[in-house]
């Protein structure tokens, strides 16, 4: 779906215009020209087949044929908390969660978080939530939400939601989670390498949870998908049917 081009501004009527990165890509990547047929999206949900009328030095005027609402969403509610990683696996990392078709991706900030969040970094993770959407024909873009602190995200959620604690040392791996895990809680133990709030210069707590007030993991399950170790680790998630 490389033909795919995605409208910053709501496309209404029978025209729509695109600049930017989107129009770049277009005239000097795809060497479009007048008469040249592509799909776009704006986020809400709709595909416009469209064609170009005309395309300038940092613009693209665009007819718009038809539209179609398409949806690509998954029937659950998914949000992603992780802490992110350096280089190339935080594109690679939003990439996959777009693809595997996350609603929401929460930047975690815990104690020994390498990369702290920022703005910049937020307008990068959104273009490349965007370059995925592209590829992999979602019509609704992944969120990316303001950044939490760990024991705030552990707190947080809908009450009626599933959680589940991405863990390769505790839970049954996600393809053996029997009907309705989630619903009581349940409290496992984790190993040294947790993400905690511990104090600066105190050892690190084998086997515990991470200090979080109130005991608000217990609402969590740990889950894993074998003991297989992975990168990119402590991600949070719920899901909300």
């Known amino acids: 779906m490389s033909d795919r081009c995605f409208s910053e501004t709501p496309i209404q009527g029978?025209?729509?215009?695109?600049?930017?990165?989107e129009a770049h890509h277009l005239i000097h990547v795809m060497r479009a020209a007048a008469g040249t047929?592509?799909?776009?999206?704006?986020?809400?949900?709709?595909?416009?087949?469209a064609e170009v009328l005309r395309a300038g030095r940092n613009d693209v005027e665009l007819a718009v044929l038809a539209r179609a609402q398409v949806d690509?969403?998954?029937?659950?509610?998914v949000t992603l908390g992780v802490t992110l990683p350096k280089g190339d696996r935080q594109k690679w990392l939003v990439e996959k969660a777009v693809e595997l078709g996350v609603r929401r991706l929460v930047p975690l900030g815990t104690t020994r978080s390498v990369v702290q969040p920022?703005?910049?970094?937020?307008?990068?993770?959104?273009?490349?939530?965007?370059e995925a959407s592209k590829q992999c024909g979602r019509n609704r873009l992944m969120e990316i939400a303001p950044p939490q602190d760990w024991a705030d995200w552990v707190a947080a959620g809908p009450s009626a939601a599933l959680r589940l604690v991405a863990h390769r040392a505790g839970g049954q791996p996600r393809r053996k989670l029997p009907p309705g895990i989630g619903q009581a809680a349940r409290r496992r133990r984790g190993p040294s390498c947790w993400p905690s709030a511990r104090k600066a210069g105190s050892p690190p707590r084998r086997s515990s949870w991470p200090r979080v007030p109130d005991g608000s993991l217990s609402i969590w399950d740990p889950?894993?998908?074998?003991?297989?170790?992975?990168?990119s680790t402590w991600w949070r998630w719920w899901w909300r049917r």
């Open 14 to 21: 029978d025209q729509a215009w695109l600049t930017g990165p």
């Open 37 to 49: 047929r592509v799909v776009l999206f704006d986020g809400s949900g709709a595909e416009f087949q």
């Open 72 to 77: 690509r969403e998954l029937p659950v509610d």
């Open 118 to 130: 920022g703005p910049q970094m937020a307008t990068r993770l959104r273009r490349a939530v965007i």
């Open 223 to 231: 889950a894993s998908c074998g003991s297989r170790p992975r990168r």
